[in-house]
């Protein structure tokens, strides 16, 4: 199979131009595509800033979801069609049974022929049963004791769902949702209010890793407003001077 060639920076200038004449292009997911099947197309709805890992903003064909991906997850080259599978049909023709004429003075001449005696059993070790037909004979019916097979179809198995909430050093959280092997949610906005909420209802462990995770993103916005209210003091008094 051939190496597909994602999207270089020439391809991204395209893209770009594409958008800004109001167009929305196609671009199809490679390999590397977290989440989705390779050759899958999507158009291209936006670019976010900084245009770093995941910043090219698609719609999959068939969804309504937005996503984000990187440059390595998508070509604008399309993939061969598939062609559908061929079976090639084969003629069968059939064959009549006729009976033959008996001969003078003797006995009639068996239509079935060797069919009528006992059929062997089946070389797999199942015993082979005798069907009778219309016209006196019989047939050979391999297996046809065997019992059905109990249960009916198998059910498919639900796909499992792996939820992932990642943080910033200024206490900004984010959840990912993979479905099996598609993403279904990316990189989604979540309150850190929520996420104090959540951890309090999980197992002990969980809850006092994310609360050490919160309680350090409290203590960052408490220097940082300690810092903005030394500048306003300072700025206070320069305006009081200035204006004494």
Known sequence: MA?????SEEDLQFLRAELAAGRTPTVW?????????????????AFTAPEEGDFIQVRPTGSRDVLSFSPAEMTLTKPPRKKPATSAASAVSGSGTSAASPSPG????????SRRAQPADDPGGRPASVRRTSGGGAS????AEQPARR???????PAEVTVTL?????GEWTVDVVAGKKRTV??????ASAVAKAAKELHPDVSEAIEAVLEAARAQQR???????????????????LSG
Do not use: Y
Not at 3 to 7: E, Y
Not at 37 to 43: D, H, M, N, Q, V
Not at 151 to 157: L, Q, W
């Open 3 to 7: 190496k597909v060639r994602s999207l």
């Open 29 to 45: 997911f490679t390999p590397n595509a977290v989440g989705m099947t390779a050759g899958r197309s999507a158009k291209v709805t």
């Open 106 to 113: 003797g006995p009639a001449a068996d239509p079935v022929g």
């Open 140 to 143: 050979a019916v391999v297996g």
């Open 151 to 157: 249960g009916g179809a198998r059910k498919s198995r």
């Open 166 to 170: 990642s943080s910033t050093a200024e």
């Open 186 to 191: 990316r990189a989604v906005p979540v309150p």
């Open 223 to 241: 220097a940082r407003i300690e810092q903005l209210q030394a500048e306003l003091d300072a700025a206070q008094r320069a305006l009081s001077e």
